[in-house]
């Protein structure tokens, strides 16, 4: 703790800076808290995706042979042309919530291409779909996951050093303005006495 000015002006400054940290602590926990749901929330929901991802990767290994075929160049139609995001505000930070993937309009000759053709690529978008969101999702987790640990950060400066030293501070100083005014009495009561026997000297001499 640095040093302290045993003065009554500091002991106002000491006693204003707890009021506000006891104030403003409370906030900090409940935002800690909510960042802490948020956290457990969106690695649910990337388990959830994950899983879903998982499931369509088996179903296209089925059929994914088709694809080695010299005729069939899918990758400008499962190409996204981009991902669109909301935004979720969580204890004042925003975070983005996976919207849609764009993909561009997909243009073959009905004749010539394969029956199976438009089945593989809903199925392959779906899976690129998934692929994006949980990107989104992880990004919503980085960001969930940094403001945390400024938060806790702030938590245990409040907690463990801040209000601790305050209150140590406002003891020392009620300490030492005690000390200050007994003295003060005492040397009231001390000058008192001999202003008294000096009077009464004066009366007997």
Known sequence: MAKIKLTKGELKKQ?????????YLPTLQLKKQQLQVEILTQLALREEKERLQ???????????????????????????????????N????DIPIFERVEFAPVEYDLFTTPLWVDNAIEALRGFIAIEEELKV?????????????ITTQRVNLF???KIPEAQEAIR????????QLSNAVGRSKIAK??????MLEEVFV
């Open 193 to 198: 006495n001999k202003i008294e026997i000096a």
């Open 15 to 23: 006693r204003d800076a707890l009021v506000q940290y006891q104030r």
């Open 137 to 149: 999702i992880q990004k919503g987790i980085n960001i969930l996951r940094h403001e945390l640990r």
């Open 54 to 88: 998982l499931k369509k990767k088996e179903s296209i290994e089925a059929w994914i042979g088709l694809l080695s075929e010299p005729t069939i160049d899918m990758k400008s139609w499962i190409k996204p042309k981009g991902v669109i995001t909301e935004s979720k």
């Open 90 to 93: 969580i204890a004042g930070i």
């Open 159 to 161: 907690e463990k050093v």
């Open 172 to 179: 020392l100083i009620k300490i030492y303005l005690g000390d």
